[in-house]
Each structure stands twice: as structure tokens, then as C-alpha cells.
């Protein structure tokens, strides 16, 4: 079945229908991780966009046990070629099957690069998958040009606390759409942790007495959670040591006064150079945001730049003074992406021994 | 950490003569170092004993040397040049070994030179099996369960406890030479004596089977304050067992998941920061296809053949950064020459397939074994990009040049199911077709996996082009097939084969319906940052990015201007789309005005046509010719663009020509960038035999050729218009006719009387020339050469057996130049590529010399030739005959060029765009000679080819060559056989055995060796004639007697060479092969002609290793 995507600049591109023929309509942005796609379907920080893969070969080891999530995410899927013969010894199912059953449209058999290039030019644009051959521009594009994301952190978190037991130190995970390897990257290295859904009042952590505390990764614009960020405050001010990752960083920056903005097309992908401006090392990192904290908007007696990326120098992480809060932009627990910087939940729990 | 600025001189170390396992991959490597070094304002002294290479130029480092690559010259080279460091990581594993021998005898600390871009410790650790062994086991990374043997006994018994098969490995041998797989111990003990020997230190790793895991391979890079990254992955599509070199290779990797990718991804980073390599490093898994388990089979700590792949498949140029890391950069310091806008330090991304294909010699040696083992056999490789796997599989097939366009062209449709099982079994250069067979059969890709390993994934790529194969048969051709078709990579000729219509009509279609090429950058990060470098692949269904300059726009900017001005302002409904399967390549609308505008500043726009894979016959000699071509035309102020498919050159180097297109050089792929571009001209002459056979398909095009034109190049290669020639101009050669069949062959030959040369016209390298002694060799070479259907007759002339005379000239159309004349030591009758060449000829007389230059310019002017013109004579006393004309750049321009100073290829290009000799301040003619004798050695790679004949004759079988050059003549000669590995003497023990008619010489030779202390070993008539003589020979058994007889006098290891000059015709593929080929695997030196013999006895009388002088080719 024909599908089209439709830019809200009027661009259209034809292809094939994918997973669920129903229409879709969010923000439209690209990753160019070259393996990953589940991880990449499954990580909840996608809630209320679309994900173009950049690379153009999808699928080719099918559907493995590699979910960072229990469902997928994203509203559409676009992608250049997808497999139809997956092959890999864990491979349990197709990824088109797959879309199906999470019922996520997506489209097939368009030039992936030509759109990369023009959401690269002309910034992240809001689109539409539909396989009505009979769409109206009139109607749409102005449809298009509404979309916004609502509250995806309230969808993407869990709706009840649990635990992953563990010997160690207690670590208290904020989920704002975590990615299941925040928590299993602590659990791994001995840390009990209890995750709780993202509005949690901070008096109810604070009273379960963590070790730590780590704030997850998550979709959305950081400013419009605003209450979360309230909470944060309250963290802030104990003496617990936190550790925050993507979303979790952005929102301990506004709650300490920084500013975030929105980048032109976001950075998602798995080979994004971070400098540690402590040692000088540069470490490769995955990410994925379309939002990052103005450095200069913190106050240098509150927070100091702790990390920055190498290609365009926004900024990538804070050390929080004379307290023990650390936070980055990228993802260290990576999945997908490379491994480089998992010797930070290494520094966390360093931090949360030394507390 | 900025630049270290104790270095001020660097001595960078090449890799020495092109040979299986080493080829022009560190050309391109060095090259790329040796710019970035300068690029840095430092002196660079370079020394490597290969001419024909780019490094070796003057333009690329500020002292050159072409020297053999010997310990004892480096040492004399760093007293003269005085460089405070060395830099060894860019010239393979020759330069690595020479490095660790200098430091392992203290020399270089002595002198107070550093070591820069790694340390004999990472050396030692990447190398030495056991601490390479103890430095993974430190860290937990696995390898397979292995034990470094020193003797046959102790390997026997390892292997017995891990169980066969097992795996061998000589340590510090390239290209896996010696090394195996034994499935018994009867095996074993064949090919561990043999590695014991093939070995640097006498070490052979026996490890436990790993075959038919993935291989994977990353490339990775590490700089001095730790930081690394990966460049790139790659999958062998073959799995483990095959050599990397000889198997297909697709980058990035297709059938590993995130979790597999990223375990492998962070092994490696923790292997570089071990060992702690500053620069690039190498490193290749066995994984489990069934589990998560991985072996690491081997670490290279410097630029390999891989890097230059994974170079030219991401846009990263991991030479250059690994030079500025030696200098102390750091990756985050050092700009991404590709985007200019990220750094070194972030990893590439593609948004494309990447596909390789070894070239392999089997056309060359008819008589060797094609099965692939973990012995590389491979000449070169092919490289192909497109955004989906079949297109690039298909591209690069049709890339080799080996009379392949599809997966139908070997055809295996004649065996039964169970031999095509058997076949499927054979691990060779053709198992992809008979995979595409079995496909075609309905046999199931498990049991096709079953057999070969391969992963399911790609047998199912194979089966989709075997569909389309299908459908295009089967089905009426629309435009979504046709479409479908080109996106997998189908060229018109197949299509049109399938469909039962021409090649002409699928163009037409193509044409109305606009499926045509598209052309995508590559950009090193998947589209996500702006690049600037216009290295461009083809796709078909794609948004085309290749700016074109007289279109009329720009840049990308305005491009993405002017389509979001023609979306916008139309009705929406009318916007156009931009689909998979319709064409729409964006911008057509460009202004009159813009265009005239455009039109007064325009360059004028030259293709340059690169010369594909290396191959025998075809080497680095032609990339070196289109890379100068290419700078001499942008110094004349043109566009230049380059098309080429292989990946380890200089010409494929991003930044040469003004744009790259990487592409199969077939007519029609040529002709999709001629489309597009529409070049003022093209130039054919410098990219050998390759780009010559395109002159006819471009001037199809309207493309005007530009120097000598196609109907003189054909003149030179049609016997009769020929014949016209040389009769006007007075010029004899050998009598001879053209034929078609054995009949007219052998009626030609007979006329003329045996010997005859027999071959077809229009090859490089002498390809299916051979010298008949009766009718019934002229029968089996007419057999031979018309396996392959011919197009042009086949040509039988007298074999002259007299002195061969080279001259490669330049001709204005009125004037010719010629550098120097060139004599061959070999008589006539061996390939002018495999004889020693000697620079200026010195037993010709001044008169001859006249009549050479006389003939050069005669055979110039008539057959109008514009550039470059390579002629060969024959001269018979004082008789000279021609005996080939190649109006074209040849295998002896580059080294020529170096010796005389003379920059043939730039002067050529500039005679081709309309200037004249004269008044580029040259006086035609003749050249006075130079002040050194310059002598280049060809070299072979035979020990790695299994069951190929060593034996010289008229067909072409050298790999590579080096050079020799100095004052005197005896030292020219010896530093040239020094520079090919002959390394003399050892033991003092030679065998000798002549055919008949060399035995008068053979005395003579006898006498010479035996009076620099040799002890001569020989067969009864060669014995007989000897003692005749007053040469005391030691009389043995020939092989086919009871033992002890000549065999084991060579397997006993004691002895330094074999000099076996075999019968003509026919029969010399028989006589003494057993002997040749065993000598040749045990290491032992082999001559098979009595005038290399002479050449070599004369240098070893003349000439010590120590009393060498160094000469700077720079300041010729």
C-alpha cells in the first residue's frame, strides 16, 4: 500500500505503508544511529514524535530482546528499506510485524536522506504518515503547522513505584520515560533501586531516605513540566547525591534557574564527542534531545559546565557546587550507543559511598 | 594537547614493492601522511624502494629516497638526513619490522631519533603471538585457545589436545603468508614446517578453529591522552577462514544488533588503550553466529589495508589524522577535513552500504588453486557505495573488470543438484554465483547456510537480485520494474538481456520515464551536518546532490532555496513529490541569466579516468599518472573530476580532483556522470588499459577525447593500418598476420617459421601472450585466448630474440621529448613488465640510439599522437625493429619520470591542452642522459599463489616492482635486487639447472658464483657441462629419482638460489614446475632467466651492503 509524508513545509514524500495504516501527524525528527532501531523504538524519550532512521538498511536483525520499554513509542516510523529476511540468533519476529502489533504507521522507500537534509535546513517541521492518496494540502499543512507535543512525560512514566533489589545503595530513579538501562546499569553494579512515576511529591522520596537519586532521561519540551520541576527543587536542596540523565538534567538545570531553547534539529545518534572539561577527554556518547540548557544562563556559583559537546559546543553536563549533583546531557547508559561514559553510574555510586 | 614541537624532521618509512598483502593501499596511507606532515611546516624524508608511487614524489616530501627497504639503509639514511624522529606506522608491516629492528638494536636511541606514532612495546605487544596472547588475557578480552609453536613437534602435540582443525599463523609475515588451516595432522605438519620457516622469529601460532564465525573488523583510533574512537565496522560476508583480503567485505555491518555491535565497539576501544597506540589500529573478531561469544584473531597497530577501506567508505582520512596524532594533536583538536565543521574526534555515520571485492589473480595463473584459504591471494580490490546492499553488490561485481556484469555471469547451470552442493562447498572467487545458482534451484537458504556459513541475510540479498533476475525475464518491463531494476544496480545490458530487448531501448526507456543516477555525497555523519566535500556514489531514485558548476547554482544552500521558492509557490495540490520509486531530482528551474553569468567565469571540466582495482599488469603505476594528470589540469586552471572504484589509491583520495565520483568504469556508468556533468573532455591515456577501453563508449557520448585521438589509438592496435604506418615511415618489424583461428594461426606460423609470438590485441600485460615453439602450442594458445569471445583479431608475428628497447616519449603533434631510453636485461621474449629495466641503456650504440629517437618521432607524428606514446623495439645489432606501440602512459612513466627529473605526466597533460614543447622550455629529442644508472627490478608475489607457474615468459606476472639507483651501474643493480627481497648471500649454496642452449652461459655464471665462494649444486647435464667447464659441481638426483635428490637438497633449507631457466613453449609449464614452485614456498630465491642470473652475479661482485650511497631523488 502507497503511504506519503507530508512536511508542513508542503514537501511530500511518496513510499510504501508500514505498520499501521492509520494516519499520524507529529514532529518529525531523524537519529542516525546505524544499529539500535529498537532501542531507538522502545526509548520513551520518542513519545510525541516521529523517528526517521538515517540509516537506510532497517530490520536486519529483527525484533531481539533489546526493549527499552515494554511498548514503542514514537507516533511514526520512516525508514529507507526494511527488512524483510531478518537475521540474528536471538531474533524473535520481524520488525514490520512488530509495528504492527505496537500499531505504529510508519512508511518505507523514501529518500530518508533528502528529508534528512531538509529537517537539518530548515530545522525539526511536524509531518504527517497517511496512505490516503487523496490528502488535501489545504486541510493539512495548516493541521501540521498546530501540532504540538502535549504532556508526553505524564504518558511516557510508569503509573506505580517498584524495586529491582539489589545490596547496595539505595537509589531512588525519577521516571520521566526512562529508559530501562538507567536502572538496570545501577542495578548491575549492586544499587537497589525503587522507581518511582515522575510526579512524585519529593517529600515521599526524601522520606524513603535514598542513598541517591537519579533522574531519568524523558520526551518532551523540559519547561512544561513545570510541577516536576518544583519537586526537583526540593531534591536540590537535601544532601542526597543525584545523578541526572538527558530530561532529568535539563529540568535540575531550570530548577536552579538555567535557561533551555530549543536546537534547530536536536542531536540523536550514537557518535556524539563529549568533552569532560574536568580531564580533556572526549568521549564518544549516544543522545537523543532536541532541547539543551543555555550554559550561560547558569549561574557559574551554582553550577559549573562539566561536559561539552566537541561538534557545536552546546553544553553537555553540569557539576553542581559544593554539592554532590552531577548531570548530562547524553546518555550514558547508552542502548543504543556506545558504551564510553557507563563509568559515570560508577562515579554515582562513588558519590553515594562517600555520602 | 597541542602539536609536539621537538619534532622538526620526520623520517616516514614506505611499504616497499607492491605485493599480495601489501599493494597501494599505503601509497595512499603515505601520501596522505607525508601532505599532512608538510601541511604542519615540517621536513619530511621519505625512503621507500617503490617508484611507481605517488609518496615517492618530490611534490610530497622535501628529500625522497628510492632505496631498498633494508635495515642497514635506514641506518645509513638517518646519519645522512639527521631527522629527529621516525614515523613507521604508515608503510604496512615492512616498515613496522624495520622499525623494530632498529630499535630492538639500539640504533635509534644511539642517535638520539624517536620513535613517533607508536613504540616498539605496542609493536612487540600487537605482534609477538604470545605477548599479544598475555596482553589479552590481562585485560579478559578472548582469543581463541592458541599456543605459539617454535618446532613442528611441539604444534603437533597442542593440537592434538585442542583437536583439529586447527588454525596456523606465522608471526610477523604479511599477508598471512605460510599460514593455513589443517584439518589432520599430516597437514599440520606441511604447513607449520613451512611457517616455522616463512617467519620472522621462527614462531607459528596453532589456535583452535574459529571457522565459520563473523568476521568482524573496526578500525579505531587513539590519540596521545587517550581518547578514542571507532572510524568504522565492517562484516566479511565470508566468514571466518577466508583472509580479510580475499573476502567480500560490507561496511558498516549488516547482521549485528546494537548489542553485539557495541560489545565488539567497546573490546576494541579497550584492546587500542592497552596497547596504547597513538594513531590507527586495526582489529578483527571471530563472533559466535549463535551466541555472544568473541575471539579477537588479530591486531595491526598501524594503517592497514582495512583502514584505507574504511577510509574511503566513511570519508575519514584515518592516515591523515593518525599523522597529526604522532605529532602530539589530539582527535578533538584535529578539524574533519570533510565537513570542516565537526572534529576528528566524532565517529562517522553512513547513510549508505558500503561493498568490497578482492581482485584475484586466477586470470593471471591458470594453473593455481582459486580456493580462498586464510592466505590472502587477492591483487587489489573494488569498492562500491549505494544506499542499498544489492546495488552495491551489483556495482562492485561489475567493478573487477573480470568479464562479470551480473550474478549469471559465471555459469554453474550445468551441474547437477548434488555437485552445485559440492561446488557450493569450494570456498573460491566464484562462490557468490553459485549461491545465486542454488538460489535459482529452490535449494533452501538454511541448507545453503549450512554449507557455506554465510549469514542468511545476505543469501536472502542474493535471492531478491536473482527475483529481479527473474521478473525481468518473466515480466512485461514497466516503469516500476525498470525503476526497481536500476535501484538494485541492474545495468542496461543485463536488463536488456533479460527482457529480450536492446541495450539502446532500455536507455530510451530509462529516458522517458527519467530513472536516471542520482548522485549523494559522502559526508561522514549521515546528512547531519552540512559537508564540503564533493566525493559522490550513485543511486537511482534519489534526490541528486552533485552540484554541478554550469548549472547555475552554486551551492547546497541555494538548492534548498530555489525547491522550498518552487513548493511554495504553487498550488499545493500541484506540489511536486519526491518519491522512492519516481524520479525527481529537485531543481530544474535555473534562470537564463544566472546561466550566462555562470557561462563567463565556467572552468573548463575534465574527466579523468582512474585505472580500477590493482591488478597484474594494471598497478599503482596508473593511478600515480591520473593523480599527477588530475593536479596538472586544476594548475591549468580546469575542473577536474575523477571516476574510479578502488579504494586503497591515491586517486580515490577525497581531496585530489575537484570532485569524486566512486564508480564501476563501464560505459554506462561513465555515461550517468558524463550526463550529468557534461565535461568539456576527457582524458583515457592515463588510466591504462581500463580507461582506454572506454574511449570508444565516451565519443558515443560526445565527449571529445582529449589528447590522441581514438582513431590513432586504434591504428596503433590495427595490424594493417599499422602495417601502413611503419611501411610509410620506413620502420621494420617482425614479419608476422592477424588470425582469427588455430588454422590461420599455425598457417601464419609456418610461414613464418617457429618461434612465434601469439596474442590478442588490446591487452595490458601481455594477457594471453605466448611464444609457440610448434602447431601444437599454437593450438592450445588459440584455445586459450578464445575462451573469451574477441572482438579484434588475433595476432601472430616471428619471435626476435634480441636486446628489448623501451622509450616512453611525449609528443606535441610536431615535437616529441624523450627522457631516457631504457634497456631490458632479459632478452626479448619476456613480459617488458617482468624484466629488470635498466635507465640509460648501455649496450645499445649512440647510433641505435639515433634510430630510436628517429623512430619515436616518426611513429609520433603519424600517428598523431597528443601526450603520452610507450614504445617498444627489439634490437638486433644494430637492427631496430618495433615491436609494440602504446599511445599511452605506460608501466616505466613514473619511475622515468623520478630519474630524470623530467614530470612527464604534467608536461603530457600540458601538450594535451594545446601547449607546446618548446615553449615549455624544453628542447625536443632526445634527453641528455642523467648522471646515475637507474635500475627497476620487478617483484613477485608467487609464494603466496598455490600451484601458479613461476616461470618468465611473455605474459606478465609481477605484482610490483623497486628501483635501484646510483652512480655506477654494479650498485644500481645490486640495491635493485637488494630493494626485491634478494638478500645475498646466506649459506653459499646454489642449484643450477639450464636448458640446453643455456648451458654455455650456465659455465660462465658457474665460474662467477663459484669464485664468490658458492658451492654449486646440479643435475647431470647441467652438472656435465660445468665440470666441461672447470666449475666444480656437486652432482644430484632430479626430482623424479629416489631420494636424497634435488628436493630435499631445497626443503633442507640451505639454500640461497635456484637458478632454472625452463624449455619454450608449451612444455616449460611442465618442466621443473615442481621444482620452481617448491623453492619458491620454502623462501628460496628462484631466477628463471640466464640474463637476470648474469645481472645478479654482477652485482654480488661488485657491490657491498655496507658501501651504498643514499641518493636524493629530490634534488635530480
Known amino acids: 500500500m502507497k503511504a506519503f509524508l507530508i512536511l508542513e513545509d508542503g514537501t511530500v514524500f511518496t513510499g510504501t505503508s508500514i505498520g499501521s495504516p492509520r494516519d499520524m501527524v507529529s514532529e518529525i525528527v531523524f537519529n542516525t544511529s546505524m544499529t539500535g532501531y529498537l532501542e531507538v523504538l522502545t526509548d520513551p524519550s520518542y513519545a510525541g514524535q516521529a523517528v526517521v532512521m538515517t540509516y537506510p538498511l532497517i530490520g536486519n536483525y529483527g525484533i531481539t ?286 558519590m553515594m559511598k562517600g555520602a | ?132 596472547k598475555t596482553t589479552m588475557e590481562k585485560i579478559g578480552e578472548p582469543c581463541a585457545a592458541s599456543l605459539v609453536v617454535e618446532s613442528v613437534e611441539e604444534g603437533v602435540r597442542f593440537a592434538e589436545e585442542i583437536g583439529y582443525p586447527v588454525v596456523l599463523r606465522p608471526a610477523y609475515t604479511l599477508g598471512g603468508s605460510g599460514g593455513g588451516i589443517a584439518q589432520t595432522r599430516e597437514k599440520l605438519m606441511e604447513i607449520l614446517e613451512n611457517g616455522l620457516r616463512l617467519s620472522r622469529v621462527g614462531q607459528v601460532l596453532v589456535e583452535r578453529c574459529i571457522a565459520g564465525w563473523k568476521e568482524i573488523e573496526y578500525e579505531v583510533m587513539r590519540d596521545g591522552k587517550g581518547n578514542c574512537i571507532t572510524v568504522c565496522n565492517m562484516e566479511n560476508i565470508d566468514p571466518v577462514g577466508v583472509h580479510t583480503g580475499d573476502s567480500i567485505v560490507v561496511a558498516p555491518s549488516q547482521t549485528l544488533g546494537d548489542k553485539e555491535y557495541q560489545m565488539l565497539r567497546t573490546s576494541a576501544l579497550n584492546i587500542i588503550s592497552e596497547l596504547n597506540i597513538t594513531g590507527g589500529c586495526n582489529v578483527q573478531y571471530a563472533l559466535h553466529p549463535e551466541t555472544f561469544e568473541y575471539c579477537v584473531i588479530e591486531v595491526n597497530p598501524r594503517v592497514s589495508r582495512s583502514s584505507a577501506l574504511a577510509s574511503k567508505a566513511t570519508g575519514y582520512p584515518i592516515a591523515k589524522v593518525a599523522a597529526k596524532i604522532a605529532l602530539g594533536y589530539t582527535l578533538d583538536e584535529i578539524k574533519n577535513a570533510v565537513t570542516k565543521k565537526t572534529y576528528a574526534s566524532f565517529e562517522p555515520m553512513l547513510d549508505y552500504c558500503v561493498v568490497k571485492i578482492p581482485r584475484l589473480p586466477f586470470d593471471k595463473f591458470i594453473s593455481a588453486k582459486r580456493t580462498l584459504t586464510t592466505q590472502m591471494k587477492a591483487t587489489g580490490e573494488v569498492m562500491s557505495i549505494c544506499d542499498n546492499f544489492e546495488g552495491a553488490l551489483m556495482k562492485a561485481i561489475r567493478s573487477l573488470e573480470q568479464h562479470v556484469d551480473s550474478l549469471m555471469s559465471y555459469d554453474f547451470s550445468h551441474l547437477d543438484e548434488e555437485e552445485l552442493l559440492e561446488e557450493l562447498a569450494v570456498v573460491d572467487d566464484t562462490r557468490l554465483w553459485k549461491i545465486a545458482e542454488a538460489v535459482r534451484r529452490g535449494i533452501s537458504y538454511e541448507a545453503i547456510h549450512r554449507i557455506t556459513k554465510i549469514d542468511l541475510w545476505f543469501i536472502d540479498k542474493i535471492a531478491v537480485l536473482v527475483e529481479m533476475e527473474q521478473k525481468l525475464e518473466s515480466s512485461q518491463l514497466d516503469k516500476e520494474l525498470l525503476g526497481e531494476a536500476k535501484r538494485l544496480e541492474f545495468p542496461d545490458g543485463v536488463i536488456a538481456r533479460l527482457s529480450g530487448k536492446t541495450e539502446g531501448q532500455i536507455r530510451d526507456m530509462r529516458r522517458r520515464w527519467g530513472i536516471t543516477a542520482a548522485y549523494r555525497m559522502v559526508d561522514t555523519c549521515a546528512a547531519e551536518f552540512a559537508a564540503e566535500t564533493p566525493y559522490y556514489y550513485s543511486v537511482f531514485g534519489s534526490e541528486n546532490e552533485a552540484v554541478v558548476t554550469d548549472a547555475g547554482y552554486g551551492n547546497e544552500d541555494e538548492t534548498a532555496e530555489a525547491l522550498s521558492v518552487c513548493y511554495k509557490k504553487d498550488d499545493p495540490a500541484k506540489v511536486p513529490a519526491i518519491s522512492g520509486s519516481e524520479q525527481d531530482t529537485g531543481v530544474t528551474a535555473v534562470s537564463g541569466e544566472d546561466k550566462e553569468n555562470t557561462d563567463m567565469e565556467r572552468k573548463k571540466k575534465v574527466l579523468v579516468l582512474g585505472s580500477g582495482p590493482i591488478r597484474i599488469g594494471q598497478g599503482i603505476e596508473f593511478d600515480f599518472c591520473s593523480v599527477h594528470c588530475t593536479w596538472a589540469f586544476s594548475k591549468e586552471g580546469y575542473e577536474t573530476i575523477i571516476v574510479n572504484n578502488n579504494p586503497e589509491t591515491v586517486s580515490t583520495d577525497f581531496d585530489i580532483a575537484d570532485k569524486l565520483y566512486f564508480e564501476p568504469l563501464t560505459p554506462e556508468d561513465v555515461g550517468h556522470i558524463v550526463d550529468l556533468e557534461e565535461p568539456d573532455g576527457a582524458v583515457v591515456q592515463f588510466g591504462g588499459q581500463t580507461a582506454i577501453k572506454l574511449t570508444e563508449s565516451l565519443m558515443k557520448m560526445g565527449v571529445p577525447i582529449l589528447g590522441t585521438s581514438a582513431e590513432n589509438v586504434d591504428a596503433a592496435e590495427d595490424r594493417e593500418l599499422f602495417d601502413e604506418i611503419l611501411e610509410k615511415c620506413g620502420i621494420p618489424r617482425p614479419s608476422g598476420g592477424t588470425v582469427f583461428t588455430a588454422g590461420e594461426a599455425k598457417e601464419v606460423a609456418n610461414r613464418l617459421g617457429y618461434p612465434v609470438l601469439v596474442r590478442p590485441s588490446y591487452v595490458l600485460g601481455g594477457q594471453g601472450m605466448q611464444i609457440a615453439i610448434n602447431d601444437r602450442d599454437v593450438e592450445e594458445f588459440m584455445g586459450i585466448i578464445n575462451r573469451i569471445a574477441q572482438d579484434h583479431p588475433i595476432l601472430v608475428d616471428k619471435y626476435l630474440q634480441g636486446k628489448e628497447i623501451e622509450v616512453d616519449a611525449v609528443c606535441d603533434g610536431e615535437d616529441i621529448l624523450i627522457p631516457g631510453i631504457m634497456e631490458h636485461i632479459e632478452r626479448a621474449g619476456i613480459h617488458s613488465g617482468d624484466s629488470i629495466s635498466v635507465y640509460p641503456a648501455k649496450s645499445i650504440s649512440e647510433k641505435t640510439k639515433r634510430t630510436i629517437e628517429d623512430y619515436t618521432r616518426k611513429l609520433a607524428q603519424s600517428l598523431h599522437v597528443i601526450g603520452l606514446i610507450n614504445i617498444q623495439f627489439i634490437v638486433c645489432g644494430e637492427q631496430v625493429y618495433v615491436i609494440e606501440v602504446n599511445p599511452r602512459s605506460s608501466r616505466t612513466v613514473p619511475y622515468i619520470s623520478k630519474v630524470t627529473g623530467i614530470p612527464i605526466v604534467p608536461l603530457a597533460t600540458k601538450v594535451i591542452i594545446g601547449r607546446k614543447l618548446r615553449d615549455l622550455g624544453y628542447t625536443p629529442g632526445l634527453q641528455p642522459e642523467a648522471d646515475y644508472f637507474a635500475v627497476k627490478m620487478p617483484v613477485f608475489s608467487f609464494e603466496k599463489i598455490r600451484g601458479a607457474d613461476i616461470s618468465l615468459g611473455p605474459e606478465m606476472k609481477s605484482t610490483g616492482e623497486c628501483l635501484g639507483i646510483a652512480r655506477t651501474f654494479d650498485e644500481a643493480l645490486y640495491k635493485a635486487f637488494l630493494g626485491a627481497g634478494i638478500r645475498l648471500p646466506k649459506y653459499k649454496n646454489m642449484i643450477l639447472t639450464v636448458r640446453e642452449e643455456d648451458k654455455e652461459e650456465a659455465v660462465e655464471i658457474g665460474q662467477r658464483f663459484q669464485k664468490i665462494g658458492y658451492r654449486i649444486f646440479a643435475t647431470k647435464g647441467t652438472a656435465d657441462a660445468l665440470k666441461r667447464g672447470g666449475v666444480k659441481a656437486n652432482m644430484v638426483r632430479k626430482i623424479e629419482q629416489e631420494s636424497p635428490n634435488l628436493m630435499d637438497l631445497i626443503l633442507g633449507h640451505k639454500i640461497d638460489l635456484v637458478i632454472d631457466t625452463p624449455q619454450q613453449g608449451a612444455d616449460r609449464a611442465r618442466d621443473g614446475f615442481v621444482i620452481r614452485r617448491n623453492a619458491i614456498e620454502t623462501g628460496v630465491n628462484v631466477l628463471t632467466a640466464i640474463d637476470t642470473a648474469k645481472a645478479l652475479i654482477t652485482s654480488l661482485e661488485n657491490t657491498d651492503i655496507r658501501k651504498l650511497t643514499l641518493v636524493d631523488i629530490a634534488e635530480i
Not at chain 1, 68 to 84: H, K, L, T
Not at chain 1, 144 to 160: F, H, M, N
Not at chain 1, 187 to 215: F, K, S, W
Open chain 1, 65 to 350: 530482546p533489546d526493549m527499552e520499554s515494554d511498548r514503542a513509542w514514537p507516533d511514526g516510523y520512516i525508514v529507507r528499506e526494511i527488512s524483510r529476511m531478518p537475521s540474528n540468533f536471538r531474533c524473535q519476529g520481524s520488525l514490520p510485524d512488530f509495528l504492527c502489533r505496537q500499531d505504529i504507521p510508519g512508511i518505507a522507500g523514501i529518500d530518508t536522506r533528502s528529508l534528512t537534509k531538509r529537517l537539518r535546513e530548515k530545522g525539526t517541521m511536524n509531518g504527517m504518515i497517511t496512505t490516503n492518496e487523496n490528502y488535501d494540502l489545504h486541510e493539512i499543512l495548516p493541521e501540521l503547522k498546530r501540532y504540538q507535543i502535549g504532556d508526553p512525560v505524564s504518558e511516557a512514566t510508569c503509573k506505580e513505584q517498584y524495586v529491582l533489589p539489589g545490596d547496595g545503595p539505595k537509589v531512588a530513579l525519577l521516571d520521566f520515560g526512562a529508559k530501562k538501562n538507567i536502572a538496570r546499569s545501577l542495578n548491575q553494579r549492586g544499587c537497589e533501586v525503587r522507581v518511582y512515576p515522575a510526579h512524585t511529591p519529593a517529600e515521599e522520596i526524601i522520606a524513603a531516605n535514598p542513598d541517591g537519586i537519579m533522574l531519568s532521561n524523558g520526551p518532551g519540551n523540559p519547561e512544561t513540566n513545570v510541577s516536576i520541576i518544583e519537586e526537583i527543587r526540593k531534591l536540590y536542596d537535601t544532601d542526597i547525591p543525584i545523578f541526572a540523565i538527558c530530561l532529568g538534567h535539563q529540568l535540575m538545570a531550570l530548577a536552579k534557574g538555567g535557561k533551555t531553547y530549543k536546537l534547530k534539529y536536536g542531536h540523536r545518534g550514537g557518535n556524539h564527542p563529549v568533552k569532560d572539561l574536568e580531564t580533556g577527554r572526549v568521549y564518544i556518547s549516544s543522545q537523543n534531545h532536541g532541547y539543551a540548557v543555555d550554559a550561560a544562563s547558569m549561574d557559574p556559583s551554582v553550577a559549573r559546565e562539566a561536559f561539552v559537546n566537541v561538534n557545536d559546543g552546546t553544553n553537555e553536563g553540569f557539576a553542581y557546587e559544593g554539592k554532590k549533583i552531577f548531570t548530562v546531557q547524553f546518555h550514558p547508559e547508552a542502548c543504543p550507543g556506545p558504551q564510553d561514559t557507563g563509568y559515570l553510574f560508577d562515579r554515582f555510586l562513588e
Open chain 2, 1 to 132: 594537547m597541542p602539536k609536539n614541537n621537538a619534532i622538526k624532521k620526520v623520517l616516514v618509512i614506505g611499504s616497499g614493492p607492491i605485493v599480495i598483502g601489501q599493494a597501494a593501499e599505503f601509497d595512499y596511507a603515505g601520501t596522505q601522511a607525508c601532505r599532512s606532515l608538510k601541511e604542519e611546516g615540517l621536513e619530511v624524508v621519505l625512503l621507500n624502494s617503490n617508484p611507481a608511487t605517488i609518496m615517492t614524489d618530490k611534490d610530497i616530501a622535501d628529500h625522497v629516497y628510492i632505496e631498498p627497504l633494508t635495515v642497514e639503509v635506514v641506518e645509513q639514511l638517518i646519519l645522512k638526513e639527521k631527522p629527529d624522529s621516525v614515523l613507521p606506522t604508515l608503510g604496512g608491516q615492512a616498515a613496522l619490522n624495520l622499525a623494530m629492528e632498529l630499535e630492538e638494536n639500539g640504533f635509534l636511541k644511539e642517535q638520539g631519533v624517536a620513535l613517533i606514532g607508536t613504540t616498539s612495546e605496542t609493536i612487540r605487544k600487537a605482534e609477538d603471538r604470545l605477548e599479544f
